[in-house]
């Protein structure tokens, strides 16, 4: 393994925001992905590069960030992703995305079309709008992640490309 830790733990540099601040791109390694430093699961790109994050194989899915948004606005969410040629384990699996306000915030959570209709072409997900309104008082960092742990079914050949935070006017 290249880490003592078996999982990768988000990298501030490789977050990024707009210089309005309406719009944060997270790299791969911006993200914590459970079992990420173990190169049989996953594959990291370099530091400060623009490439993807490999999965490789797991049964358990779960790439997570967090950022600091501002009061009183609304945010999407979502990533943008595609699948190898040689994907497997996605067809019928339940993927959800999730978010809350700060850690002990409620949990706002989306099921995904499931993502075996994606192609080698980077798309955004969800399909649908996923939205998180931040109130005027109270929490304003924003955890949000990529989630697929329950069915247990291998599945390997999705490539995150990044993670995006936007201001929706």
């Known amino acids: 393994m290249s880490s003592k830790k078996p999982h990768h733990e988000a990298e501030q540099e490789a977050m990024e925001w707009n210089a309005e601040r309406t719009e944060a791109t997270i790299k791969p390694r911006g993200l914590n992905i459970v079992w990420g430093n173990d190169p049989r699961y996953w594959h990291l790109p370099e530091k400060?590069?623009?490439?993807?994050?490999?999965?490789?194989?797991?049964?358990?899915?779960?790439?997570?960030?967090?950022?600091?948004?501002?009061?009183?606005?609304?945010?999407?969410?979502?990533?943008?992703?595609?699948?190898?040629?040689?994907?497997?384990?996605?067809?019928?699996?339940?993927?959800?995305?999730?978010?809350?306000?700060?850690?002990?915030?409620?949990?706002?959570?989306?099921?995904?079309?499931?993502?075996?209709?994606?192609?080698?072409?980077?798309?955004?997900?969800?399909?649908?709008?996923?939205?998180?309104?931040?109130?005027?008082?109270?929490?304003?960092?924003?955890?949000?992640?990529l989630y697929e742990v329950w069915n247990g079914k291998w599945k390997g050949g999705l490539l995150i490309h990044h993670a995006f935070i936007r201001e929706v006017k």
């Open 48 to 145: 400060r590069s623009n490439d993807p994050v490999e999965l490789v194989q797991v049964c358990w899915l779960e790439a997570t960030g967090s950022v600091e948004v501002k009061r009183g606005k609304k945010y999407q969410i979502g990533f943008k992703i595609s699948l190898k040629a040689d994907a497997f384990g996605w067809s019928g699996c339940p993927v959800f995305m999730m978010a809350k306000l700060g850690k002990k915030g409620k949990y706002t959570w989306r099921k995904m079309k499931p993502l075996d209709h994606l192609g080698k072409e980077a798309a955004e997900i969800p399909d649908e709008k996923f939205e998180i309104l931040v109130p005027e008082q109270g929490e304003n960092q924003l955890y949000f992640g």
